[in-house]
T-cell receptor, first 114, second 113 residues
Framework: EPEVTQTPSHQVTQMGQEVILRCVPI?????FYWYRQILGQKVEFLVS????????KSEIFDDQFSVERPDGSNFTLKIRSTKLEDSAMYFC????????????FGPGTRLTVL | KNQVEQSPQSLIILEGKNCTLQ??????????LRWYKQDTGRGPVSLTI?????NTKSNGRYTATLDADTKQSSLHITASQLSDSASYIC????????????FGGGTRLMVKP
């Protein structure tokens, strides 16, 4: 069964460093998303991406964040200058369609900022 | 601000028993309401998706109900199994928000033998 994959599973970085989190969505899906979940808190929407551009983003997704689909299979989230409060689980998801369509989540990348 | 509140925060039941988890939301109208299962340290997995016009949706031993008048949804789990131990999250998609989902805090369910 097709699934969303994410790498790395755990990333440790120093405050102020740039990190890139990688995702491979399900191959025939057209919509891609990033969410984050701070330990013990709710899952929060960051951004959605369709047709090579951002379609929606939350207040959390500020200028420090960017997303890219560099090729036909990968979808990346970049954090330019990490802060301690960026420590969280980051989930990538993809869906075949828009509103009302099931979103399939990856296993997540745990980001720890020291 | 859109809000999705769930109760109880945590629940312990014995294997084989049934349970019902509650979700109250303030988003009205909404595009759809979803229930997800999230194992510890893993991504959420979709259980059900309902539009505002649907009253109930089943997926095996999971049955979700929706009352748009009271703005409540419930997830009923029948004949619980040890593998049902997880967080169950209610998620609402506000209108005109496309694919932006608003997550509840979840109910942490533990099924004991």
């Amino acid at each position: 069964e097709p699934e969303v994959t994410q790498t790395p599973s755990h990333q440790v970085t120093q405050m102020g460093q740039e990190v890139i989190l990688r995702c491979v969505p399900i191959s025939n899906h057209l919509y891609f998303y990033w969410y984050r979940q701070i330990l013990g808190q709710k899952v929060e929407f960051l951004v959605s991406f369709y047709n090579n551009e951002i379609s929606e983003k939350s207040e959390i997704f500020d200028d420090q964040f960017s997303v890219e689909r560099p090729d036909g299979s990968n979808f990346t989230l970049k954090i330019r200058s990490t802060k301690l409060e960026d420590s969280a689980m980051y989930f990538c998801a993809s869906s075949a369609g828009t509103s009302g369509t099931e979103q399939f989540f990856g296993p997540g990348t745990r980001l720890t900022v020291l | 601000k859109n809000q999705v509140e769930q109760s109880p925060q945590s629940l312990i039941i014995l294997e084989g028993k049934n349970c019902t988890l509650q979700c109250n939301y303030t988003v009205s109208p909404f595009s759809n309401l979803r229930w997800y299962k999230q194992d510890t340290g893993r991504g959420p997995v979709s259980l059900t998706i309902m539009t505002f016009s649907e009253n109930t949706k089943s997926n095996g031993r999971y049955t979700a109900t929706l009352d748009a008048d009271t703005k409540q949804s419930s997830l009923h789990i029948t004949a619980s199994q040890l593998s049902d131990s997880a967080s169950y999250i209610c998620v609402v998609s506000p209108p005109r928000a496309g694919n932006m989902l608003t997550f509840g805090g979840g109910t942490r369910l533990m099924v004991k033998p």
